[in-house]
């Protein structure tokens, strides 16, 4: 399953990291969210859920703990992901930019990318509109 949201924030991330970090967050609580309305629907979930993330500083981040230095300006609510990978309800996985699905729906392709990334989602390109 592939989700994609765009929301303005109301502050600014100091690095990428944080802006993955934050992002990660809102993912990890749309999907609990979902784990609780499927349990509604008595729908089994395995445990724990993959999350990829193309950034390996982030995965660090929501799986150590004592990370300190590095994490000591994010907001105390952010580090709801690492309670949930600590929990065993997600766990996170690297994925490399090159292969990040999402890609296709929010950035700007070259070619060779965008009809690869629509193989992989089993998407048959449409041929070029001629000039």
Not at 113 to 127: D, E, I, N, W
Request: proline share 6%.
């Amino acid at each position: 399953m592939v989700s994609c949201k765009t929301k303005k924030h109301e502050t600014v991330a100091k690095s990428s990291t944080e802006a993955e970090y934050r992002s990660l967050s809102a993912t990890t609580s749309e999907l609990e969210w979902l784990s609780h309305l499927m349990n509604d629907f008595h729908i089994p979930l395995s445990l724990p859920i993959f999350l990829f993330c193309d950034n390996k500083a982030t995965m660090h981040i929501a799986a150590n703990p004592v990370f300190h230095e590095r994490t000591k300006h994010l907001r105390i609510d952010y580090h709801y992901t690492r309670d949930k990978v600590l929990e065993g309800f997600i766990q996170t996985f690297h994925v490399s930019s090159k292969e990040q699905l999402a890609d296709i729906m929010i950035k700007p392709l070259g070619e060779v990318q965008h009809h690869y990334l629509c193989a992989r989602l089993g998407l048959v390109a449409s041929p070029p509109i001629p000039p």
